[in-house]
């Protein structure tokens, strides 16, 4: 692995892997351990970044990856912000700013608690519902994109095999916080 940092791939992490033969490495060498996080990650961010380029397309160009993520931890019925937090695995107060902005791109609204007056409930608007909604298309039409590249049989495959190896409970909304290691 090289981490390049020049003018063509500020940056980017370049390792030998697919295509090894044709810089000259070695295409049966067996793959050194940090690929594997790095190629999983890699997936991720196509398929996120693919996202949020239609996204754009189809009207929603300021939505970004952590809102998906506060998106789905506001939830269809509205959550308290300290919730929020605590899903996210973040400070209230950065929940509060991320609320915030998805109130000012009118994803969100804050409504008083029916069951408590001295509290707000984030809740999503009909703009936040169609966010999740395109989103959950396009990761739709991106797998059978997926599935039409790699074969349905294999894709399935490794869904299957991803599936075995994830931990209990790793399907968590608390990404942001994870990576920046407060949760």
Known sequence: MVNMVDDEMVNQVAFPGKGAEAQGGDADRPRAGYELPLL???GFRT??????????????PQVRPAY????QAIGPEGS??????????ISKQAAGKTVDRLVALGYAQRADDPADARRKVVRLT????????RSAAIFDRLRTEW????G???LSAIED???????????RLDAAGWMGGTA
């Open 40 to 42: 999983l990650f890699a």
């Open 47 to 60: 398929l996120i970044d693919a996202l949020h380029t239609e996204l754009a397309e189809q009207g929603h």
């Open 68 to 71: 998906g993520f506060a998106l």
């Open 80 to 89: 308290a912000a300290s919730d929020i937090a605590r899903r996210l695995g």
């Open 126 to 133: 009909a703009r936040g519902f169609d966010v999740l909604a």
């Open 147 to 150: 599935a039409a590249r790699l």
């Open 152 to 154: 349905e049989d294999r």
């Open 161 to 171: 095999d991803l599936s075995t190896v994830v931990a209990p409970g790793a399907f």
